[in-house]
């Protein structure tokens, strides 16, 4: 599995969310909470948000 990563938008914030793509989709955690767990997301899922935020920019 990938490691954890957090956009470079982000810079040295600590508010953000953290993502860890592999085959079967994405994790997705709080940059502050990282011991709450994380959210997993199907592939065909996490494809259709990144998409959409990168028409949205």
Do not use: Y
């Not at 957090?6 to 011991?35: P, Q, W």
């Not at 592939?43 to 959409?52: F, H, N, V």
């Amino acid at each position: 599995m990938n490691d954890w990563h957090k956009s470079s938008f982000s810079g040295s914030s600590a508010n953000c969310v953290e993502v860890r793509e592999h085959a079967t989709g994405a994790d997705v955690r709080d940059t502050r909470n990282r011991d709450a767990g994380h959210l997993s997301v199907p592939a065909a899922e996490w494809a259709a948000l990144i998409a959409q935020v990168r028409t949205d920019r």
